[in-house]
Nanobody, 126 residues
Framework: QLQLVESGGGLVQAGGSLRVSCAASGRTGSRYAAGWFRQAPGMQREFVARISWSGGVTYYADSVKGRFTITRDNAKNTVYLQMNSLRPEDTAVYYC???????????????????WGQGTQVTVSS
């Protein structure tokens, strides 16, 4: 089992920056890939970014490419999402997720992931 806890959400003005974190505990040595998703009210959960276990491979949704950066520190069992140039449409609950091997390959869909955090609210004011 992996337990994931997000932190760092909050209220920020448009154009500002925020970093959210995801701390893992439990089977942290399971070489999991990590992803960030977000869900706005009344909307489906959508993919934001993914990072491999080594940190060497990353993927981003087109809507955040060039603005958001996903990183990880395996020594601290923590995954980060640095969000710059935030827009009001980035407002959502942000969820961290872990994809434990063997990977299914559909890394942008929620059911690919095995463990989820409880989410952290990010609100961007205009």
């Amino acid at each position: 089992q992996l337990q994931l806890v997000e932190s760092g959400g909050g209220l920020v003005q448009a154009g500002g920056s925020l970093r959210v974190s995801c701390a893992a505990s439990g089977r942290t040595g399971s070489r999991y890939a990590a992803g960030w998703f977000r869900q706005a009210p009344g909307m489906q959960r959508e993919f934001v970014a993914r990072i491999s276990w080594s940190g060497g491979v990353t993927y981003y949704a087109d809507s955040v490419k060039g603005r958001f950066t996903i990183t990880r520190d395996n020594a601290k069992n923590t995954v980060y999402l640095q969000m710059n140039s935030l827009r009001p449409e980035d407002t959502a609950v942000y969820y961290c997720a872990a994809d434990v091997p063997p990977y299914g390959g559909r890394w942008s869909v929620p059911y690919e992931y095995d463990y989820w955090g409880q989410g952290t609210q990010v609100t961007v004011s205009s």
